[in-house]
């Protein structure tokens, strides 16, 4: 792919031989691209310059089929004539006429031709999830004539479909079919099949392809990953108390669970989930976009409920981030149902239960119960203060 493409953007100008001149003693000049890289069945670009006056101006050549007639455009003439499939390898003559006299002369050289070569990855790369993979299937070779091609893999969202374009660097080989596929953010590691199929769905051509997250260690790695830690549920608890091991917690009760990540992976905002076999169900973190959160490194939190019934013992909390290739575990200690000292986030019982809430701007302290209880008592101070009749005591 990059030698056809370097291919297509040398430009060759003028053979050994000196410049000609046309009738009014004027030279010409003969450019000729990819003039001296050619394989069978490719194009040459030809421009001539400085013909002046009527009649028409051709190119002569063993490499093509038959002279070619050169379209006129503002100070030249221009053609892109292809070189006969049959044209061994060697240099060859060509020449241009205008008005029926030679005007000058160069040569162009013809390479072997190549078998049709399908390409994905280079040989030993391994490529990240997310990552753009580009195809491309080279068949300019006698007898090939196929106008559809498309690629299919399991690491593929969809089948891919390749496309030659003459407008592209490549527009010199016009049977060099291209595309291109974006693999998933969420693709697992390993090796996949990429397949090619031909006109009536035949298989033409298979690859494999390696497709690995960047782990801690590699140079493409960026993640920063710290946690899980435990804050509670109280109104003076927040993520700037959480830590990783301690926190205690009694069956029913709820525990925030936090995770911190310098540089998470595209798209994880939606993926990261806390497990553990205490929780009542996995808990997927969200990320703290409050202004609490402003100056630190993106954090994700979210409370989790502890089974009811559980016994005490300390239980292992899991956090796998950058495609499951981070995985973290803290302890949380599970107190018996009665204790309630140094726990947080019990389920049930008087007083007040807060839960401290992520996402969205909120970020801030809800209160789920106690308001009543809050209410009441002010009633009641106020109550106090007045006489019979509802008029304030002297």
């Given at each position: 792919?990059?030698?056809?493409?370097?291919?297509?953007?040398?430009?060759?100008?003028?053979?050994?031989?000196?410049?000609?001149?046309?009738?009014?003693?004027?030279?010409?000049?003969?450019?000729?691209?990819s003039a001296f890289d050619n394989?069978?069945?490719?194009?040459?670009?030809?421009?001539?310059?400085?013909?002046?006056?009527?009649?028409?101006?051709?190119?002569?050549?063993?490499?093509?089929?038959?002279?070619?007639?050169?379209?006129?455009?503002?100070?030249?003439?221009?053609?892109?004539?292809?070189?006969?499939?049959?044209?061994?390898?060697?240099?060859?003559?060509?020449?241009?006429?205008?008005?029926?006299?030679?005007?000058?002369?160069?040569?162009?050289?013809?390479?072997?031709?190549?078998?049709?070569?399908?390409?994905?990855?280079?040989?030993?790369?391994?490529?990240?999830?997310?990552?753009?993979?580009?195809?491309?299937?080279?068949?300019?070779?006698?007898?090939?004539?196929?106008?559809?091609?498309?690629?299919?893999?399991?690491?593929?969202?969809?089948?891919?479909?390749?496309?030659?374009?003459?407008?592209?660097?490549?527009?010199?080989?016009?049977?060099?079919?291209?595309?291109?596929?974006?693999?998933?953010?969420?693709?697992?590691?390993?090796?996949?099949?990429?397949?090619?199929?031909?006109?009536?769905?035949?298989?033409?051509?298979?690859?494999?392809?390696?497709?690995?997250?960047?782990?801690?260690?590699?140079?493409d790695y960026v993640g920063r990953?710290?946690?899980?830690?435990?804050?509670?549920?109280?109104?003076?608890?927040?993520?700037?108390?959480?830590?990783?091991?301690?926190?205690?917690?009694?069956?029913?009760?709820?525990?925030?669970?936090?995770?911190?990540?310098?540089?998470?992976?595209?798209?994880?905002?939606?993926?990261?989930?806390?497990?553990?076999?205490?929780?009542?169900?996995?808990?997927?973190?969200?990320?703290?976009?409050?202004?609490?959160?402003?100056?630190?490194?993106?954090?994700?939190?979210?409370?989790?409920?502890?089974?009811?019934?559980?016994?005490?013992?300390?239980?292992?909390?899991?956090?796998?981030?950058?495609?499951?290739?981070?995985?973290?575990?803290?302890?949380?200690?599970?107190?018996?149902?009665?204790?309630?000292?140094?726990?947080?986030?019990?389920?049930?019982?008087?007083?007040?239960?807060?839960?401290?809430?992520?996402?969205?701007?909120?970020?801030?302290?809800?209160?789920?119960?106690?308001?009543?209880?809050?209410?009441?008592?002010?009633?009641?101070?106020?109550?106090?203060?007045?006489?019979?009749?509802?008029?304030?005591?002297?």
């Amino acid at each position: 792919m990059a030698a056809v493409l370097a291919t297509g953007a040398l430009w060759c100008a003028g053979g050994a031989a000196a410049p000609a001149f046309a009738g009014d003693g004027s030279p010409v000049h003969v450019l000729l691209n990819s003039a001296f890289d050619n394989r069978p069945g490719e194009l040459v670009d030809i421009e001539v310059q400085g013909v002046r006056g009527g009649g028409d101006v051709t190119v002569s050549s063993p490499v093509f089929p038959r002279p070619v007639r050169l379209a006129p455009r503002e100070h030249a003439h221009h053609a892109r004539p292809a070189i006969a499939m049959t044209t061994g390898p060697g240099t060859y003559p060509l020449t241009v006429r205008a008005g029926g006299r030679v005007v000058a002369e160069d040569r162009v050289e013809v390479k072997p031709s190549q078998r049709p070569s399908f390409s994905a990855a280079s040989p030993g790369e391994v490529l990240r999830p997310g990552e753009r993979l580009w195809m491309a299937y080279d068949d300019l070779y006698p007898g090939e004539s196929g106008k559809a091609f498309t690629v299919r893999s399991p690491a593929f969202r969809k089948e891919v479909r390749l496309a030659h374009d003459p407008s592209s660097a490549d527009w010199n080989n016009p049977r060099l079919f291209s595309g291109a596929a974006e693999l998933p953010q969420g693709v697992r590691d390993g090796t996949y099949k990429v397949t090619l199929y031909g006109p009536g769905g035949r298989v033409v051509d298979e690859k494999p392809l390696t497709v690995r997250a960047a782990r801690p260690g590699d140079r493409d790695y960026v993640g920063r990953a710290r946690g899980p830690a435990f804050f509670g549920t109280s109104p003076a608890s927040g993520p700037e108390d959480a830590r990783g091991r301690g926190h205690r917690v009694p069956p029913g009760g709820t525990v925030n669970v936090l995770w911190r990540d310098r540089s998470p992976d595209p798209g994880e905002e939606e993926r990261l989930t806390a497990t553990s076999p205490a929780f009542e169900k996995p808990v997927r973190l969200r990320r703290d976009d409050s202004k609490a959160g402003d100056g630190d490194d993106p954090r994700y939190f979210a409370p989790a409920r502890i089974r009811r019934g559980l016994a005490p013992g300390t239980y292992a909390v899991t956090v796998a981030s950058h495609h499951g290739r981070v995985t973290k575990v803290a302890h949380l200690e599970v107190t018996s149902a009665g204790a309630t000292g140094g726990a947080s986030g019990a389920g049930g019982g008087s007083g007040m239960t807060v839960a401290y809430v992520a996402g969205g701007t909120t970020g801030g302290i809800l209160v789920a119960a106690g308001l009543g209880t809050l209410l009441r008592r002010r009633a009641a101070r106020a109550a106090a203060g007045r006489g019979p009749g509802g008029r304030p005591s002297p």
